[in-house]
């Protein structure tokens, strides 16, 4: 078993100031045995498959299948995996579609989204998810209050390490690195979608508001419960 808190002490200080691509670069030297990312295809985590697609070894990439992306969200997976040459593992909920709806019934988004979200997307997370896993993912601090406090390397509330390498980028940065690099992205961010989500959880959001404002759009609901604040240090 690794010793999490001697690493996160460790790499701290080495990830500071170091942009994304150095800081992919120190993580898979130092944790590549132990390392994977996810993506929902959002421009975060574009931007971060952009550098992880350089890498010289391989880490494993999955997609968490919820049975509601939007059919934009699914084609750019197709686009990205065909482009640029990454095998990015698709990931489901152990109880089938059918399996949910009779349980809960057919809009169970609606009835209890803490519930849809976390059979849908907790449940597969977690079936990857092991003591060592050292999760890489697009987490920015600028993305809404409940991320303020987001850091590049840090153990979350489920004391897994987590490695934010654009944590301190803004989405101003990611939107010039796509259109620097000419970048694919969903076609929905172009339609006032600042996150996109599960299609019956996600609405154009208004001017002013953070990036997840149209997320749950009339309910306090934030979060969909994979990212869980950090238990590191401040």
Known sequence: MIDKQAIVAKLAPLLEGKDPHEIIEIAYQELSD??????????SGIVLLSFVKNLKGKIPIYFIDTGYHFEETLKLRKKIMADWNLDIQRISAESTQEELIELYGPELFRSDPDKCCHYRKVEPLMS?????TIWLSGTRQDQSPTRANTK???IDGRGQIKINPIAHWTSDQCWNH???FDLPYNPLHDQFYPSVGCYPCTAPADKGGDERSGRWTGSDKIECGLHIASKGPK
């Open 128 to 132: 990857i998810m092991h003591e060592d």
């Open 34 to 43: 132990n390392l994977m990312m996810t993506t929902a295809f959002g421009y």
């Open 152 to 154: 590049l390397i840090e």
């Open 178 to 180: 796509i259109r620097k």
